[in-house]
């Protein structure tokens, strides 16, 4: 009796015999997948970015510090870094830990939605602030009337 072998048997047949596996088992899918919101904080304003600020160019690095500066409440330390959170509540309980900050301007769309919290500002991603002039000044505004300028 003659057995006929089709392609996708011929094709698992010497993927085995080179040692290549077709098939793999899937990990575990992790239900909760962290997100990394990134920050920069310069005195008592803080800002989150969707990226490290060093990840951005040096023109965009100098807007965001720009922006920061014309709130005039930018004395004191200067740091940069990450938080990894899984919820947004998590989020609001990070910010909280920081000391004194007064604003928090989040730059683009952070986690899929927005996020308000008491002393927060919503602003166009970086890269649509760097690109459109207009949208600074819509910017300026709200920082002028969020913090009584």
């Known amino acids: 009796m003659l ?7 011929k ?8 040692g290549i596996k077709r098939y793999s088992l899937r990990s575990k899918i992790n239900n909760s997948p962290n997100h990394d919101i990134y920050f920069y ?8 970015l969707d990226k490290p600020f060093e990840n951005f160019v040096k023109e965009q690095q100098e ?10 409440l930018n004395e004191g330390e200067e740091k940069s870094d990450k ?10 309980e990070e910010i909280l830990n920081f000391a004194n900050i007064k604003l928090v301007i989040i730059f683009g769309n952070i986690m899929d939605t927005e996020l ?3 002393n927060s500002i919503q602003a166009p991603s970086v890269n649509e602030l760097f ?3 207009a949208l600074k000044k819509d910017l300026w ?7 009584n300028l």
């Open 3 to 9: 057995f006929m072998l089709t392609p996708e048997i």
């Open 11 to 18: 094709t698992n047949l010497i993927l085995k015999e080179i």
């Open 41 to 48: 904080q310069k005195g008592v304003i803080l800002s989150l």
């Open 63 to 72: 807007l965001i510090k720009a922006i920061i500066s014309s709130t005039m």
């Open 83 to 92: 938080i990894s959170i899984k919820s947004k509540s998590e989020l609001k």
């Open 116 to 118: 308000v919290f008491k």
């Open 131 to 133: 690109l459109k002039k």
């Open 141 to 147: 505004l709200k920082i002028k009337s969020k913090l």
